[in-house]
């Protein structure tokens, strides 16, 4: 029903955050803010990418409207209280495993670029 608003949130939230890092990255030429950055702009395209989606796939089955209250469900009290649970429960879920495998990632970069960092100091071949 609404699933997808919970991610959507969180891409907002991610996307302002990215832009401040970014603009601060620049002011003080901090390489390390600008290069979060770019990993936080992974996490954004995950999110806007779902979140879109998850929303046309709501659309196709008719589930939002382009006229008010745009969630079918908000226009019946026993179907907005199964719509608030949808997304606490799966949209929650669904956030928080797209953020849990974006950490995994930036970790894995992380540790992959400081192997090939180590490796190329020590003078191996590549």
Not at 56 to 65: P, Y
Request: hydrophobic share 45%; glycine share 8%.
């Amino acid at each position: 029903m609404a699933c997808f608003v919970v991610p959507a949130a969180e891409a907002i939230v991610t996307t302002a955050v990215q832009k401040i890092i970014r603009k601060k990255g620049k002011d003080h030429s901090s390489e390390t803010a600008l290069k979060f950055s770019e990993k936080l702009g992974v996490l954004n395209g995950l999110f806007w990418g779902g979140s879109g989606l998850l929303a046309f796939e709501h659309i196709w089955h008719g589930e939002i409207t382009p006229f008010f209250p745009f969630l079918t469900a908000a226009s019946d009290p026993g179907q907005t209280a199964e719509m608030l649970r949808e997304m606490a429960v799966s949209g929650t879920s669904m956030a928080l495993l797209v953020t849990a495998v974006w950490v995994a990632y930036v970790l894995i970069s992380s540790k992959v670029h400081t192997n090939g960092t180590d490796t190329a100091e020590s003078g191996a071949d590549v």
